[in-house]
């Protein structure tokens, strides 16, 4: 059974910063590459960065790009997304989500997702 758990999301001022891990089991983790979503009340699930199954390739939505580093360790199947320079308008519930071998920026496309992690940022 496949299991994603996020942690390290909670409340922060803006211009401050939040390291978010996801834990996976259950998968040959080094074959899956993995992304980072997020998603407000009443609007639909966002990319906001992929890393390909080696951790060589990232990528990034504009909106995040330069703020957000997204990193792996396939030692220990997690997958992290450091955020720098938070904004009140990074607030939402933040997915991580693994799809087998090729990365993507589509949502459809991944095949499992975490529960998700609260990130609230105060202005």
């Known amino acids: 059974q496949v299991q994603l758990v996020e942690s390290g999301g909670g409340l922060v001022q803006a211009g401050g910063s939040l390291r978010l891990s996801c834990a996976a089991s259950g998968l040959t983790f080094s074959s899956y590459a993995m992304g980072w979503f997020r998603q407000t009340p009443g609007k639909e699930r966002e990319f906001v960065a992929a890393?390909?199954?080696?951790?060589?390739?990232?990528y990034y939505a504009d909106s995040v790009k330069g703020r957000f580093t997204i990193s792996r360790d396939n030692a220990k199947n997690t997958v992290y997304l450091q955020m720098n320079s938070l904004k009140p308008e990074d607030t939402a519930v933040y997915y991580c989500?693994?799809?087998?071998?090729?990365?993507?920026?589509?949502?459809?496309?991944?095949?499992?997702w975490g529960q998700g992690t609260q990130v609230t940022v105060s202005s």
């Open positions: 890393i390909t199954m080696s951790g060589v390739n990232t």
């Open positions: 989500a693994a799809k087998k071998f090729i990365v993507s920026t589509t949502r459809a496309q991944y095949e499992y």
